[in-house]
């Protein structure tokens, strides 16, 4: 079983920035794909970010050349850093981890960004 613990969310004006930190127990996140997903009210969770085992990255077009996502292997940790925030990116941000058949989901954390 594997354990993930989101940080960083919050409040933040528009054009403004924030710092999502995953931290994941277990001794198998070296070798899975993790991500970052996000739900607003009333609309399906989506993909945001995406960085395989070997470091291969996606990012949906909505965020593409705003946000960035990284992990660091040693600390069991993927960050995704999100610059000029826009009042369309609230929304609970999911953390994701897969391996084989293993799709885990942290709690999710709030962002909120205001206008």
């Known amino acids: 079983q594997v354990q993930l613990v989101e940080s960083g969310g919050g409040l933040v004006q528009a054009g403004g920035s924030l710092r999502l930190s995953c931290a994941a127990s277990?001794?198998?996140?070296?070798?899975?794909?993790m991500g970052w997903y996000r739900q607003a009210p009333g609309k399906q969770r989506e993909l945001v970010a995406r960085?395989?085992?070997?470091?291969?990255?996606n990012y949906a077009d909505s965020v593409k050349g705003r946000f960035t996502i990284s992990r660091d292997n040693a600390k069991n940790t993927v960050s995704l850093q999100m610059d000029s925030l826009k009042p369309e990116d609230t929304a609970v941000y999911y953390c994701?981890?897969?391996?084989?058949?293993?799709?885990?989901w942290g709690q999710g954390t709030q962002v909120t960004v205001s206008s």
């Open positions: 994701n981890l897969q391996f084989l058949s293993l799709n885990s």
């Open positions: 277990g001794s198998i996140f070296r070798n899975s794909a």
């Open positions: 960085i395989s085992n070997l470091s291969k990255i």
